[in-house]
């Protein structure tokens, strides 16, 4: 399979999706907001071993509600889930949600990753400020955003690099899309060992994140587990994205393709699913195009794993330096 992006190579070569972020340079975090003009079909997958959610249960495929209004990835741990609250409370004033007898109630599952102890200013007083960025990022909703340092990675961190905001998109040949977004704070490594190298790259297209392919031969240490702290006190971390197509999916179905995508993650992180991350993969799919058969299918689950491998790699490429860093920017190495 070779891997052709949109236009854009963004999330938002799914018609009908926006991307909204926000950040505070004090706090060193942000949130990313995933707008559905029209509601979506969603489901989600959580591989890792801390998540922190909001509204997952309802994703799940036996349960009622079908469609989402939007996505929340935030920063922040636990206090990051009231981000969710301020993309909800734009959508309730824009009269966007499921209608429930006289009331629109906004559909806002969430998703959140530590980074708590980034060198941030996490003295906020009574409340955290997640509600207000989380409504922020709705507001600046739109198809154009930008990568790296921005949104839910604002002030995300790696095995010995910055994270950051990645996104990608793979138009299939029948001309089905799928892209993700990611905002990646593993506490495992992205790059082979000690080098530049990305575990991502037998994915990438074109040179979208450098174009450096595999090392050849493999160092030494590409074996060694490389991890973001050694303090067990620090283990707190979480890579979290979203998988969209605009191909018609039944709930079961955006279950399996979140489900798939996780392989991406592990073939651009490792280790991942530790017990000190939060990996999770929302799935969604607008149903603009048909539903694909049993063969086109594989296809889609496919592509939807390598373009979330992508999306990571290209979000740790991105993210630039900071004031703040505790990890050098990728682009900063030798």
């Known amino acids: 399979m070779s891997f052709t992006p949109g236009p854009r190579n963004l999330l938002t070569d799914i018609a009908g999706l926006r991307v909204g972020a926000a950040h505070d340079e004090a706090l060193n975090s942000g949130v990313t907001a995933v707008l559905c003009d029209t509601p ?89 400020p997640y509600r207000e960025l989380g409504y922020q990022a709705a507001q600046n909703a739109a198809t154009a955003f930008e990568l790296g340092t921005a949104g839910a990675g604002y002030g995300a961190l790696t095995a010995g690099l910055k994270g950051g905001l990645g996104s ?55 074996g060694r587990v490389r991890l973001k702290f050694r303090d067990p006190g620090l283990a707190a971390n979480t890579t979290i994205a979203v998988v969209a197509t605009d191909a018609a999916l039944t709930k079961a179905e955006a279950k399996r393709l979140a489900v798939t995508a996780h392989d991406g993650l592990a073939r651009a992180i490792w280790p991942a699913h530790t017990p000190a991350d939060g990996d999770l993969v929302f799935a969604l799919a607008t149903g603009a195009r048909p539903a694909p058969d049993s063969v086109a299918m594989m296809e889609l689950y496919a592509a939807g794993a390598a373009t979330l491998a992508r999306a990571i790699a290209r979000g740790v490429y991105a993210a630039r330096p900071g004031p703040r860093d505790l990890m050098p920017a990728w682009s900063t190495l030798g």
């Open 168 to 222: 990608a998109s793979t138009r299939l040949a029948d001309g089905t899309t799928v892209a993700a977004l990611v905002a990646v704070n593993a506490v495992g490594s992205v790059t082979v060992g000690s080098t530049r190298h990305f575990w991502a790259a037998p994915f990438e297209a074109g040179s979208e994140f450098g174009g450096l392919g595999l090392p050849s031969p493999l160092p030494d240490d590409a």
């Open 40 to 128: 979506a079909v969603a489901s989600v997958q959580v591989m890792g071993g801390a998540p922190g959610t909001r509204e997952t249960d309802l994703l799940e495929p036996h349960n009622s509600v079908e469609t989402v209004n939007a996505l929340v990835l935030s920063g922040g741990s636990a206090f990051g889930l009231d981000a969710a609250s301020g993309v909800q409370a734009w959508l309730r004033e824009h009269d966007i949600g499921l209608q429930v007898h006289d009331q629109r109630v906004p559909i806002v599952p969430a998703a959140i990753l530590f980074d708590l102890v980034n060198g941030g200013d996490k003295g906020w007083g009574r409340y955290p």
